[in-house]
């Protein structure tokens, strides 16, 4: 493997790898150190098919099912597709959210705060499509004291309907309503705006920007202090800001770091499709007890896409 920096603060390309062949346990652990070191891996160059990325999930830890269940692969539902693909028929082959989303980390509307994101570059647009980046962990480092003194005993109740439903709203052909088995089964869930992170012991600050109630502080103070946290994180100079090519899969930690699509005017008359994988890495102090209740609540069916739908294996 030949490594480069992509920051000071975070962030390292890992080249002279196939993941689709067999790690060995010492490229393994060396690929875990890397990424609880740097926060967000970038591997170019490969030809990942969905079968390889499910299987390099569950190395990784506990993959979690993706919600919007029609996205999810039947053959290898630990992987769904993101852009704005429609194959035969007008089948609607990728999960569109028109407009980009803001700074978020994914995985707030779980119990299990230690998680991991795999993106995979199938098909890019022309021109934008971008992904940004930051760090919470820097951010925490180089925030005034008063700030963090205010927030450290501060908890935000953080639920996905909150995220997921005004996305519904605002497209209601972008994917399928939960139903309400579904929905009962993404109960919101109470997080630490400032935790320590269980493998590099760095303070973070774990962010929801919208969430429900906060505990410990007043809504409108609490909402004041994420807003300047998030204007101290992400001044330019600390933003990476991702161009992607076919063949890249990024991997990132989300308890360090909080990450943005960018607009999706740029390139809606152009083609972009994403394979993303969804895991729970270990150790955490905050285990999904139901892990396979939920899961099996999230499995694709029948109307969900196939490899076929893509002429992939």
């Avoid at 080249?15 to 060995?24: K, N, R």
């Avoid at 004291?145 to 497209?171: G, R």
Wanted: aromatic letters at 10%; one cysteine or more.
């Amino acid at each position: 493997m030949k490594t480069l920096r992509i920051r000071d603060d975070f962030g390292l390309k890992i080249s002279d790898i196939d993941l689709c062949e067999p790690l060995s346990d010492f490229q393994f652990k060396q690929i875990l150190d890397y990424f609880y070191k740097y926060s967000l891996l970038v591997f170019p160059n490969q030809s990942l098919t969905p079968r390889a990325q499910a299987a390099f999930c569950h190395r990784l830890g506990q993959p979690k099912i993706e919600t919007r269940k029609q996205f999810n692969f039947q053959e290898c539902p630990e992987v769904s597709t993101i852009g704005n693909i429609i194959g035969k028929n007008d089948k609607q082959l990728s999960f569109f959210a028109r407009g980009g989303f803001g700074w978020h980390t994914d995985g707030t509307a779980a119990c299990h705060v230690n998680a991991a994101t795999l993106l995979y570059a199938v098909e890019v647009p022309r021109n934008g499509g971008d992904t940004l980046f930051l760090s919470t962990a820097s951010t925490y480092d180089r925030a005034p004291n008063e700030l963090k003194k205010q927030l450290e005993s501060v908890s935000v109740l953080s639920s996905f309907h909150a995220h997921n439903d005004p996305l519904l709203e605002s497209d209601p052909d972008s994917f399928i309503a939960l139903s309400q088995q579904e929905r009962d089964a993404l109960p919101p869930v109470w997080h630490k705006v400032i935790q320590t992170h269980p493998v590099t012991k760095r303070s973070v600050f774990y962010l929801n920007l919208d969430p429900l109630q906060f505990k410990g502080i007043d809504d409108q103070t609490g909402r004041e202090l994420l807003k300047q946290v998030v204007e101290i994180a992400s001044q330019p100079e600390h933003v990476y800001q991702h161009q992607w090519t076919p063949g890249e899969l990024i991997i990132w930690d989300n308890h360090s770091l909080l990450h943005s699509g960018t607009p999706t005017l740029m390139y809606e008359s152009d083609q972009r499709l994403m394979h993303r994988s969804f895991v729970y890495t270990l150790p955490t102090e905050r285990p999904l007890k139901n892990y396979d209740e939920v899961s099996q609540i999230f499995m694709p069916t029948s109307d969900s896409i196939k490899l076929s739908d893509f002429d992939v294996s």
